[in-house]
């Protein structure tokens, strides 16, 4: 299903920012002329959904509050017919893809909006094999319903595993108890938090934002400017209604985490299990022990785990709330867990990106540093004005907080908060390298004074956007982009 057989009459898009005649952009439309096409329809228009006997009013790609999995195998063209039925205009971006840059999804950096009874067809090579995901690039969009799971299969997959489950991980308010309009309008009028949520309104009490890392755990506290959502979603269900995995015991199940949320990093672990973690951002690292993860918005982990018998709360806990989304894992009968059974790996072992190492053929070929990219990021949350180097991003204006780079370059991005607040941030186009053989990584949780080094190698040509992944951040300034031909 979602697939269309239809003839698409829309005019090719316009490459305004890539040079038809750059050999490597020659041979990767040879390449797309040769590869497997993958037909997928995308209508984003209002819908009502259940997310587990509560109703909500939102926007989204379907009967649900996740879009649907589009999986594809790496090598294959991506043909995704959007079709908008929203009373405003939007674009579609398909995070983590090293994709061709008119296809990147970004208003007026790589695309007009697709306009209200408009469409647009997205139509590319997915070059890397990993777990993905897609979303509006459009004002607050993404924290309605409209982004899913994007997975790229490996042809040459070399782990063993009898289940792949994705858990795409949510923040919701839409349509139950507000916007995400009015979350933003709370936030800039100064007084976090939806009022009448969770009872809670108006405790904005200024809890500092912190880090505790022994070297076996890591917790980013909450802050004063968190909204508190009144739910946390896994595969689009509250905890009163979960998702459900089933398996045998001792069976191997790939988890394929992504966190969509808008607002919320998710601590996540299986209740009874330790995992082996083997992805960052879709790209193989060295596998790492953890009892849980923990999840900026916009990141993905890959990881293995051997079940035991029994019934199981896979757990993706609200970090500083005192809330949680869950999913279970059944290898037998018996009744399943109460949603707020104590989980007590979430407070174990929580590796971080920074402590993992790419894989030998993950990583980045070394090379010498040709630039570097010092950015600032900045802002307050008292007035709630994000920016980099001071600067918020004009959304109007393509130039806007612009980084030159040339092509061929291996670039040092430096990502340096000024802030007192952690920012997971996100480059398109490229996934970086944490330190010279760290983890691959597109969207890299950034700790408040911090400053962390990541690496790329501009080797695809384009304007590329570059923003903090909690989307009030970014709509209120917080980004920025590269560009080079
Ligand atoms: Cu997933 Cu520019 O974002
Ligand atoms: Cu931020």
Known sequence: SGSIAVACSSP?????????????????????????????????????????????NTWGF?????GPEIRLTAGDRLRAEVVNDLPVGTTIHWHGIAIR??????????QEPIAPGQRFVYDAVMPDPGTYWYHSHSGLQLDRGLSGPLIIEDPNESLRYDHEWTVFLKDWVDGV???????????TAGMPGMSGMNGESGTATAR????LTDGTSALLGGDAGDVNYPYYLVNGRIPAD??????????????????AGADTAFRVALGGHG???????GYPIEPVRADALLLGMGERYDALVTLKDGVFPLVASAEGKNARGLAIVRTGPGEPPPPDVPVTELDGRIPMAWDMSASQAAGLPRRDVARTLDLRLTGEMSRYEWSIDGIPFDPTDVESNRFGVRGGERVRLVWRNDTDMWHPMHLHGHTFQLAESGSRKDTVIVLPKTALATYFDTDNPGVWAFHCHNSFHQDRGMMGSVSYE
């Open 12 to 56: 090719p898009p316009t490459q305004r920012f890539i040079t038809p005649d750059d050999p490597e952009i020659a041979a990767r439309d040879r390449a797309a002329a040769a590869a497997m096409v993958v037909p997928m329809a995308l209508a984003a228009r209002p819908v009502t959904v259940d997310l587990g006997g509560v109703v909500a």
């Open 62 to 66: 379907g009967a649900a509050a996740v």
């Open 101 to 110: 840059n008119d296809m990147d999804g970004v208003p007026v950096l790589t």
């Open 177 to 187: 108890t507000g916007t995400p309009d009015d979350v933003l309008r709370e936030l």
């Open 208 to 211: 500092p934002q912190y880090l």
């Open 242 to 259: 979960p998702p459900q995995f089933t398996a045998k015991p001792g069976d191997r199940a790939r988890l394929r985490i992504v966190n």
């Open 275 to 281: 995992l082996t973690v083997t992805h960052t951002d």
